[in-house]
């Protein structure tokens, strides 16, 4: 595949945060994976350890990939060989995110979030 | 299918991203292929009521 050139003038990014790449450079292949649980409750108690990936389908569940066997002849013609962005400004990259300027070849990503909210109250009773 | 792209001049002035998270991926350039997976379970599928606070040691 023929690619083109990326020309960035100016780029900014004020938080690389963790687990996140800033590539600057062609790539050949991206497989970004983020598993998260994020739980959110009535009052402010955090508790180490509370929460296990183990214990939610979610994170064993395989995701089906899309099947592409449609015969597909892809013709590109670049007329002109550069992308040119003059300004970039990213103010935080997090959770394996990825910040790329430049080609590649194959971009993989998969995202799992857990959302779980926990309301501090007695649990209403099947009568009432 | 035959698929023909031309790709013509691309200048663009200025990109703002304030939050890029959970395996985005924000590229300036060309990718021969894609493919995007996600799951994602939220209330009220998934939601504790109770008094009590899980005790872990």
Do not use: M
């Given at each position: 595949m023929h690619k083109?050139?990326?020309?960035?003038?100016?780029i900014k990014i004020n938080t690389v945060g963790a687990s996140t790449m800033f590539e600057v450079g062609d790539s050949r292949q991206m497989m970004p994976l983020n598993y998260t649980i994020a739980v959110q409750r009535e009052k402010s108690i955090y508790i180490q350890s509370e929460f296990n990936f183990f214990d939610y389908q979610i994170f064993a569940r395989p995701l089906l990939q899309p099947v592409v066997d449609e015969p597909l002849r892809m013709t590109r013609t670049n007329v002109s060989p550069n992308i040119v962005v003059q300004d970039i400004n990213v103010f935080i990259t997090s959770s394996s995110s990825i910040a790329h300027i430049g080609s590649s070849e194959e971009l993989t990503a998969q995202s799992r979030i857990k959302h779980i909210r926990h309301l501090l109250r007695e649990e209403p009773t099947k009568s009432s | 299918m035959d698929f023909n792209v031309i790709n013509g001049d691309?200048?663009?002035?200025?990109?703002?991203?304030?939050?890029?998270?959970?395996?985005s991926t924000f590229l300036v350039g060309d990718i021969r292929a894609v493919s995007l997976l996600s799951a994602y379970d939220t209330p009220p599928e998934k939601m504790i009521v109770g008094v009590t606070i899980p005790f872990i040691e």
């Open positions: 083109r050139i990326s020309a960035v003038g100016r | 691309l200048v663009i002035g200025k990109i703002d991203i304030t939050y890029l998270s959970t395996s």
